[in-house]
Nanobody, 124 residues
Framework: QVQLVESGGGLVQAGGSLRLSCAAS????????MGWFRQAPGKDREFVAA????????KYADSMKGRFTISRDNAKNTVYLQMSSLKPEDTAVYYC?????????????????WGQGTQVTVSS
């Protein structure tokens, strides 16, 4: 069992930056690939980024590439999402999740454990 708790969301102006954190419980954090997803009002949840167990490999949704950076600190059982050049369309609830499968890391169905989400609101 893995418990995930996101933090760092809030209100930011367009063009600004935020760093989200996701703290994981348990001693198995370093054996899970980690991902971030988001869900805007009235829209389906979508993939944002993923990082593999070592932190050496990452995947990004095309619309976030170059603006968002995912990273992890296995010593702190934490995964991060650094977001910059934020746009109003980035407004959403952001979720972190864990998966054993790097191959399925872009798919919601590949993830076994999810956090409760943190709200990010970008004002224009």
């Amino acid at each position: 069992q893995v418990q995930l708790v996101e933090s760092g969301g809030g209100l930011v102006q367009a063009g600004g930056s935020l760093r989200l954190s996701c703290a994981a419980s348990g001693r198995t954090f370093s054996s899970y690939n980690m991902g971030w997803f988001r869900q805007a009002p009235g829209k389906d949840r979508e993939f944002v980024a993923a990082v593999d167990v070592s932190g050496s490999n990452t995947k990004y949704a095309d619309s976030m590439k170059g603006r968002f950076t995912i990273s992890r600190d296995n010593a702190k059982n934490t995964v991060y999402l650094q977001m910059s050049s934020l746009k109003p369309e980035d407004t959403a609830v952001y979720y972190c999740a864990s998966t054993r499968s790097w191959t399925l890391a872009r798919l919601q169905s590949g993830y076994a454990y999810w956090g409760q989400g943190t709200q990010v609101t970008v004002s224009s």
